[in-house]
T-cell receptor, first 111, second 112 residues
Framework: AQRVTQPEKLLSVFKGAPVELKCNYS??????LFWYVQYSRQRLQLLLR??SRESIKGFTADLNKGETSFHLKKPFAQEEDSAMYYC?????????????FGKGTLLTVNP | NAGVTQTPKFQVLKTGQSMTLQCAQD?????MSWYRQDPGMGLRLIHY???????DQGEVPNGYNVSRSTTEDFPLRLLSAAPSQTSVYFC???????????FGPGTRLTVT
């Protein structure tokens, strides 16, 4: 069974400080990892996917298969980054179409 | 495109009542799914569908039914509402081979 663990329910940093949201996963197949973000009163939206290796809004995430992690990082947090962040996993092969989410981390960036 | 739409936005039910949460998408996506979002629990999959006429259970299906008569619509039915079903419900869709899942705005349901 696939599982996603986000160990921090809450994370609070000051503006300009680095931020790292942790995500660990367990899955025996070939996983595809994502970060979704939900700003206050808005719908969930895709932030990053590991296969594209892109930087969105200054955030990056690297898939570490050895440590089974996909941590989300940003060198200088901004107040507008305050949101709920969800890590998610999907099997990249076969017919497994289910997206499994972690429990989420609420990031607060203080002025 | 309107994307994924959900109605209603808010709903209050009494225990034992039934209702249907509506979800529609205009992107011709094969896959659609329903999640519930609860504090400290994240998003949990209720039911999903890989195409018209095909549905299956997710992680927390009890007390909910779904059907998929068209590609566009994927309604979620609460058969006999219970206070434990108080939650925010999200519908989502994506293409068969696509990796990005698109979410609706959510329905906040309170069962008293």
């Amino acid at each position: 069974a696939q599982r996603v663990t986000q160990p921090e329910k809450l994370l609070s940093v000051f503006k300009g400080a680095p931020v790292e949201l942790k995500c660990n996963y367990s899955y025996s197949g070939s996983p595809e990892l994502f970060w979704y973000v939900q700003y206050s009163r808005q719908r969930l939206q895709l932030l990053l996917r590991h296969i594209s290796r892109e930087s969105i809004k200054g955030f990056t995430a690297d898939l570490n298969k050895g440590e089974t992690s996909f941590h989300l990082k940003k060198p200088f947090a901004q107040e507008e980054d305050s949101a709920m962040y969800y890590c998610a996993l999907r099997d990249s092969g076969g017919s497994n179409y289910k997206l499994t989410f972690g429990k989420g981390t609420l990031l607060t960036v203080n002025p | 495109n309107a994307g994924v739409t959900q109605t209603p936005k808010f709903q209050v039910l009494k225990t034992g009542q039934s209702m249907t949460l509506q979800c529609a998408q205009d992107m011709n996506h094969e896959y659609m799914s329903w999640y519930r979002q609860d504090p400290g629990m994240g998003l949990r999959l209720i039911h999903y569908s890989v195409g018209a006429g095909i549905t299956d259970q997710g992680e927390v299906p009890n007390g909910y039914n779904v059907s998929r008569s068209t590609t566009e619509d994927f309604p979620l039915r609460l058969l006999s509402a219970a206070p434990s079903q108080t939650s925010v419900y999200f519908c989502a869709s994506r293409q068969r081979e696509g990796s990005e899942q698109y979410f609706g705005p959510g329905t906040r349901l309170t069962v008293t």
